[in-house]
């Protein structure tokens, strides 16, 4: 009898959700750490939701006649309790649920942000994905126009401090629900002319929300989309002040934009202020994200009642940019990567690693990849190829005289000579102290004991 062999089957990524890979990290690191600094320079606060939410959550949030209520959430009910859940399409609806729940606003106004995992059963293409990652800030219980002003200044300085200068800013007013329902009563009339023309999503939409009608991609019904009634034109004087201050504010700031009487973005929470920042850069995808204000939301999901306005950015759509641009990343290799050889240099190794780990410097120990001994040469090629900037080597004779060789990688090679160089143990830190630009302050911890 001949043994059939049985291959086992190679599991895959769930399409659309993709893995970020070692080689890409240092991108996604750095853009986290700009945009942090960003929004710690402004005060805002870091806030953590999970990712699963109680499906009403975003269905009495985002609107049921909307793309992702319709069609994209990943929503299941959990066969444990019968619980319908959702994996969240967006991070505003889970913000304001928690700040409810936890009672966030009793001592006034909270200026929060996020960054995160959404999720949306979307068709996959370029910068769009099932899995996508969005930052955002919510800025809650506060009128406006001026922190309206301010959540739009913090993404400009993002899109300078990363070298970007191809994103628009493009703005609208939604004003007030009884002037969007003056307004939506001239659009259908309007609409209703056209309804042969109308496709099928829009004919859908037609007496739900013919807001969204307006914001069609398709090509067929731009004219009709462009000649509609103006949703600016039915704004009273209190929301044509507000989008007045706002903009003022902004062009004071030096901030361009241009105004899109047709932008209304894809979430019905919105009032008043809407924008999004779009580039032509990214074909089909150029949004990067959007925000606007949310004055009802926090009554609407059971609060009490108080003003809002946020932002939520793409971030894979903004890393494209940077790699667009060409964005190089300085070597984030190690400092040190220690070689080493024998039972007694091992143990050395590991000690002189932790006392360097201790003064602030970055260092990988070399460790067995198998049960032979790894040469010199090959433990080089490792640390050559880990980014390191000084190998410490450690053999026999460095053991024997209390001390290392120290070669320089790469940089910094002016200061040793380019030269393998024997150093004394204990004077180890000193020397690397003068060659190596050692952070002024790790971070560290400290405790309030009672
Ligand atoms: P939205 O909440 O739909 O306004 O989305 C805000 C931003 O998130 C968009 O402008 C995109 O940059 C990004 N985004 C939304 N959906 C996706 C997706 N499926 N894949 C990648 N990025 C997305």
């Known amino acids: ?14 399409k659309g959700m993709n893995d970020i890979l070692p080689s890409d990290t ?8 700009t945009v942090k600094a960003i929004l710690h320079a402004y005060g805002y606060q870091n806030i953590r939701t999970p990712i699963l939410e109680h499906t009403p959550l975003f269905r009495r949030s985002i609107g049921e006649v909307t793309d992702i209520v319709e069609k994209e959430m990943y929503s299941f009910v959990d066969s444990l309790n019968g619980k319908q859940l959702t994996m969240r399409p967006e991070n505003t609806a889970a913000v304001v649920r928690s700040a409810i729940e936890h ?6 106004p909270k200026r929060l942000w996020y960054i995160g995992p959404m999720f949306r059963h979307e068709r996959p293409q370029r910068g769009r994905y099932r899995q996508f990652h969005q930052v955002g800030v919510e800025a809650l219980g506060f009128v406006g126009p001026d922190i309206d002003a301010e959540i ?19 703005l609208n007013s939604l004003g007030h629900k009884h002037e969007r329902a003056a307004h939506r009563d001239q659009l ?9 023309l109308l496709d099928h999503d829009s004919k859908n939409r037609l007496y739900t929300n013919p807001l969204r009608v307006l914001d069609t991609k398709n090509p067929a019904l731009q004219d009709i989309a462009a000649n509609a009634p103006k949703l600016i034109d039915f704004l009273g004087d209190e929301s044509l002040a507000h989008f007045e201050g706002l903009q003022s504010l902004l062009s004071a700031n030096n901030i361009s934009f241009t105004i899109n009487p047709r932008l209304v973005r894809g979430l019905d929470y919105y009032n008043m202020t809407v924008f999004e920042w779009v580039t032509n850069k990214l074909g089909a995808q150029g949004t990067i994200g959007g925000g606007g204000r949310y004055d009802l939301l926090i009554k609407q999901l059971g609060g009490k009642p108080a003003l809002a306005c946020g932002w939520a950015l793409g971030i894979e759509r903004i890393l494209e940019l940077l790699r667009e641009n060409n964005l190089v990343l300085s070597n984030d290799g190690c400092d040190v990567y220690i070689v080493h050889q024998g039972e007694t240099a091992r ?6 690693a932790e006392q360097l780990r201790n003064i602030g410097l970055d260092v990988i120990l070399h460790c067995s990849v198998d049960n032979a001994s790894v040469s010199f040469k090959s433990q080089m090629k490792l640390a050559n190829a880990s980014g ?6 450690l053999g026999d004779n460095e053991v024997w005289q209390d001390e290392v060789s120290i070669k320089p990688l790469r940089g910094n090679r002016e200061i040793m000579d380019n030269a393998q160089q024997r150093v004394p143990v204990k004077s180890l830190v000193d020397f690397l102290a003068k060659v190596i630009a050692i952070p002024q302050k790790k971070e560290g911890i400290s405790y309030n004991h009672k």
């Open 347 to 352: 143990i050395r190794a590991f000690s002189i």
């Open 26 to 33: 240092g991108l996604w690191e750095f853009f986290e750490n």
């Open 1 to 14: 009898m001949t043994e059939k062999k049985h291959k086992l089957e190679r599991l895959t990524g769930v």
């Open 103 to 108: 009672n966030l606003l009793y001592d006034g």
């Open 152 to 170: 739009i200044l913090i993404c400009q300085r993002l899109w300078n401090n990363l070298g970007l200068r191809d994103i628009r800013l493009e």
């Open 388 to 393: 390191a900037t000084y190998a410490i080597i």
């Open 188 to 196: 259908i009339i309007y609409l209703e002319r056209y309804i042969k």
